[in-house]
């Protein structure tokens, strides 16, 4: 692999005394779209919340870029160029769309990503952007949640639980947005619970079982009865 964009060393996080990941490797080259898959509970959310600083860690057990970035805060991480679509999109509510997605550029640097690209991507925000972000669909707060992220124009986004609780026309409509986004040389991560989806949109995976990565693999190469085997954890 050329010099990984993200490295991830023995990666170990805790709620307490509650240890939701256990030694955690894993890589992303430059422009690589990875997917993270496990069940309920299997510590997906949790790896999106420590590469994005909203959980802590040694500094050495995340190097982005070669620099260990694991003990800064959240808002430092952001501005080196990675972004969380967070799980639940976390819009701020009584802002309106514009507001929210002009948010995310606050953080950011400069690139391609604008209000008028978010809007080429999902034209559907330009003709809500006054109304306030949670007088909109599910979906639409989706695409509003990912227009913020790209707002600060990063080198690596992180997409937790890309579509739950989506209608299946709008997971459509986040799809097909998809190789618009990562088609700008952008690394991607993400966490998707349709094990069949998360294969067809990344060029490898990872699975996560009670904390540990228990297969990784070529996407499309693996059988699935070893996915499935790994994911439920089942002989
Ligand atoms: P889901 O698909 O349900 O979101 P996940 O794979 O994203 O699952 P995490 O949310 O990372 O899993 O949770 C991993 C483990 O950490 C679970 O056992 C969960 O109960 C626990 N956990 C998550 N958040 C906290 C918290 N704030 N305090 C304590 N335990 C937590």
């Known amino acids: 692999m050329s010099d990984p964009i993200l490295k991830l060393t023995g990666l170990d996080a805790f709620y307490g005394d509650f240890q939701a990941l256990y030694g955690v490797d894993l890589q992303v080259a430059p422009g690589e779209v990875l997917a993270i898959i496990g069940a309920n509970g299997a510590g997906k959310s949790t790896l999106m919340r420590s590469i994005s600083g909203l959980t802590r860690n040694k500094a050495e057990m995340v190097r982005y870029r070669g620099e260990a970035i694991g003990a800064l805060r959240a808002d430092q991480i952001a501005a080196k160029g990675i972004a969380l679509v967070p799980e639940g999109r976390q819009l701020f509510p009584s802002l309106s769309v514009e507001e929210n997605l002009i948010i995310g550029g606050q953080v950011g640097r400069a690139g391609p990503w604008s209000l008028p690209a978010v809007y080429d991507l999902f034209p559907i925000l330009k003709e809500r952007r006054h109304q306030e972000s949670t007088s909109l669909s599910g979906g639409q707060q989706q695409m509003v949640a990912i227009g913020r992220a790209l707002m600060a124009n990063p080198d690596l986004i992180l997409f937790d639980e890309i ?39 990344s060029r490898r995976f990872y699975c996560l079982q009670e904390g540990r990565v228990s297969l990784e693999g070529v996407s499309g190469e693996v059988p699935r009865e070893d996915i499935s085997r790994a994911y439920f954890g089942v002989e």
């Open 163 to 201: 579509s739950l609780g989506l209608a299946p026309i709008v997971i459509k409509d986040i799809y097909k947005a998809l190789p618009g986004i990562i088609g700008t040389g952008m690394s991607a991560l993400i966490v998707e619970q349709d094990i069949t989806k998360a294969l067809s949109v």
